[in-house]
């Protein structure tokens, strides 16, 4: 088969809460890499090749020194400490696209809004957005997919299970009509495997806070993001930041297997 390019979101980003120590990717056939960042600043990789084959391999090992080790540890700007708020004009021009939501309205969305808070409830943001990754974590049923994509939010509150993107989503859409500037986030998770286990990638979402810029919220497990989380893309949007992308040409039936090992060292 001949394979075409294929665009690569396997680098961790980089900052003062997390920094590479070494990163290594192997690929067979051999491939030639040109990096870019794109509109997101996530570190990407345009792979193409000359040489047809049978097997396409992709390995990235990465060793990466954590710091967040208090991810509570942040302020939010007196003006945005309780709900509701607004942000600063010069914000919203910049963060309106994370504002806008990508499912169309629905009764079923309006109502799950409305039991997380009502107006007159004095509640600080941050409790809100805790709240909110709880209830998802409480209501949604945990569920491996392996289609492409990401359920609407209807199906999602409809079914009562979902994969990790799939709660991610719903906490951007809920979060997005609660008036929140809210994004998506691909990328790795440190959790326990079974030896013969094969890991994935995970998802969850970030929520702009005025004074403490983007903080990460995990729905799958109800929780704030920490150290055992590991970003390497962000976008308005989850179908924007594939892992891996591309296409090959030759014979239908190729299969796709991926796996992924955290380890702590």
Known sequence: MRLEPHTLRLRPREGYELRIESSNLNITPAATLRWHRDVEDNSVAIATFKTPTTQLVIESTIIIQ???EAPLDFLVADYATYYPFAYLPDDQAVLAPYRQAGDPPSA???KWVASLWQPGEKIQTYSLLKRLAERIQQTLKYQLREEPGVQSVNDTLTRGTGSCRDSAYLFM????????AARFVSGYLHAQLAPTDFGATHAWAEVFLPGAGWKGFDPTIGTIVG???IAVA???QPESVPPVAGAFIGP??????VGVWVTEI
């Open 66 to 68: 954590q710091y967040n």
């Open 108 to 110: 079923l969305l309006e």
């Open 173 to 180: 859409e809920t979060a997005r009509r609660l008036g929140f």
């Open 227 to 229: 150290t055992d989380h």
């Open 234 to 236: 962000v976008a308005r």
């Open 252 to 257: 239908a039936g190729a299969t796709l297997t």
